[in-house]
């Protein structure tokens, strides 16, 4: 619990106006955009502008033993953001300069509070493009990207967050302020601590800073509705793509429960009849766009498409684009409780991992609604349930830990971008061995002894408390 004199000193370092610390104003602070979880109210929520402001609290936060939760936009969608032991949510808000745009290295520095969809159309100005396209975009911030490691539609071709990154100034657990990484394409020197920060989900510090690669922007794109009667064509259909020498910008799936939800909540005039539906999306060069949607094209057909539409204009392209980002409100919407995981398997197996998914679902007695970015096997599946029946959630629980058993049984991951925040660390252990989880603990223990640092996220207090030899840090 912060006492008043521990207030006062946040006051100083952040300035009167970047702190709040009335139950009003921090109320807010305890969601993030994770269904059902309820608000944990941080003591206080700070605001500051420049590292060293960070670097300050961090060491008072160990001084004074209280936590430190970093926060961008509170998309997150594994409660990684919420302040469950307490302390003070560190806002990256007013951190939001783009501060230096090279164009000559194909290169931008950005504060971590930058949004990711106002840097995308900041460098797309200068003919530039950053990928990365979490479907969050309109709000979601480079930190968060960052602390997620985030994916999108368009990883299955230029990647996730990691492959853009490739510096980054870091306020470490116990206040040490550091450059990660260099400003060059390729670096081997000492421990790759970038790719430790990218995905720790602000456990082992506050990412202050980014340098991030841009590519040229592809001077063409063009995307392409493929409507399946049977899902397994669908499911196959990606895999064969691949093979047929094609390598796509985006290849989503949505079932036939999405297309639904899309249709009640915001029309775009999919097919309600259909069993799925696939969006893809190829770029580059024109003849190269030509002859890649031509090709898709038959591929699709071959693969038992019922119709293959492609978009005439950017409008139509974009109409189907907003179809897909409405589709994560619009399940929510129709349940009250979505229990929504975002496992990823090896391409070969979709087919047989979307049916079984099915199966459990029907063994289990629970609405379960597919859709995701199967380009890179990445299948987001929401169990949907009623919260009044305990007995319906716990099917619907019973249903999640049966679809990471399968996930694993097909060297598949629990989680391709949400990362596991604190919804995911009871099953952690399914995918991973002792061994490597006290490895993980260790690399924690040495980083933040004191577990000031977004205490309760990534790995479980009580693995930490073991690993320590000591009861919990908070
Ligand atoms: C409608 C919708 C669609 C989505 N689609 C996608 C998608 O396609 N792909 C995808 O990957 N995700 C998606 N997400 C999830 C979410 O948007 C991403 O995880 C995003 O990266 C979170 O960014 P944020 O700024 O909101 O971070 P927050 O939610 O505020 O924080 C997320 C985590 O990052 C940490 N953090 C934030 N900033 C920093 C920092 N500067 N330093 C250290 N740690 C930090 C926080 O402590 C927390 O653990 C979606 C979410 C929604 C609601």
Redesign the pocket.
């Known amino acids: 619990m912060l006492d008043k004199a521990s207030l006062k000193k946040i006051r100083r370092i952040m300035g009167k106006e970047a702190m709040l610390n009335t139950p009003a104003d921090v109320a807010l602070y305890g969601y993030?955009?994770t269904p059902a979880l309820d608000g944990v109210a941080p003591e206080a929520v700070v605001f500051p502008q420049r590292a060293e402001q960070v670097q300050s609290l961090v060491q008072l936060a160990n001084q004074e033993n209280f936590a430190v939760?970093?926060?961008?936009?509170?998309?997150?969608?594994?409660g990684?953001?919420r302040p469950i032991h307490g302390g003070v949510v560190?806002s990256?808000q007013a951190?939001n300069q783009i501060l230096r745009l090279d164009t000559d290295n194909f290169q931008v520095v950005v504060q971590?509070?930058v949004v990711?969809g106002d840097l995308q159309t900041r460098v797309a100005r200068e003919g530039l493009f950053y990928p990365t396209?979490?479907?969050?975009?309109a709000?979601?911030?480079?930190?968060?990207?960052?602390?997620?490691?985030?994916?999108?539609?368009r990883?299955v071709k230029y990647g996730?967050?990691r492959q853009q990154v490739l510096a980054l100034q870091?306020v470490l657990p116990q206040g040490q302020l550091v450059r990660m990484g260099a400003r060059t394409l390729k670096t081997v020197s000492g421990y790759d601590l970038v790719s430790l920060?990218v995905g720790?989900?602000?456990?082992l510090?506050?990412?202050?800073e980014a340098t991030l690669r841009l590519l040229p922007a592809p001077a063409c794109r063009s995307t392409l509705l493929m409507v399946f009667d049977r899902v397994d064509q669908a499911a196959a259909a990606v895999a064969k793509t691949f093979r047929a020498g094609v390598w796509p910008s985006a290849i989503e799936f949505m079932d036939r429960h999405c297309i639904r939800c899309i249709e009640e909540h915001e029309p775009a005039g999919l097919p309600i009849d259909a069993a799925a539906v696939l969006i893809v999306e190829v770029d580059g060069s024109r003849p190269e766009v030509t002859s890649a949607a031509e090709r898709v094209q038959q591929v699709m057909s071959e693969m038992g498409a019922r119709s293959v539409q492609v978009a005439q204009s950017e409008a139509e392209a974009e109409q189907l684009w907003r179809a897909r980002?409405s589709?994560?409100?619009a399940v929510a919407k129709i349940a009250p409780l979505k229990i929504n995981e975002?496992i990823v398997v090896p391409l070969s197996t979709l087919p047989g991992v979307i049916d079984a998914i099915h199966a459990l679902a029907a063994r289990q007695k629970i609405k379960c609604v597919c859709f995701g970015?199967v380009g890179d096997g990445n299948l987001h599946v929401n169990f949907l349930a009623d919260p009044s029946s305990q007995e319906e959630v716990a099917r619907a629980e019973h249903a999640a830990r049966e679809l990471f058993a399968l996930t694993v049984s097909v060297g598949g991951s629990i989680t391709?971008?949400?990362?596991v925040?604190t919804t995911k660390l009871a099953y952690l252990g399914m995918e991973h061995a002792p061994e490597a989880l006290a490895a993980m603990a260790a690399i924690k223990l040495a980083l933040d002894p004191r577990g000031i640092m977004?205490p309760g996220?990534v790995l479980p207090d009580e693995l930490l408390a073991k690993e320590r030899g000591s009861g919990p840090a908070h």
Do not use: F
Request: with cysteine; net charge negative; hydrophobic share 30%.
């Open positions: 993030d955009a939760v970093p926060r961008g936009a509170g998309t997150g969608l594994t990684g953001a560190l990256t951190m971590p509070g990711t396209d979490p479907q969050s975009l709000v979601c911030t480079i930190g968060g990207n960052l602390a997620e490691n985030a994916g999108g539609p990883a996730v967050t870091v920060l720790s989900e602000g456990t510090g506050v990412i202050t980002r589709l994560s409100p975002d970015h391709g971008e949400h990362g925040g977004n996220k």
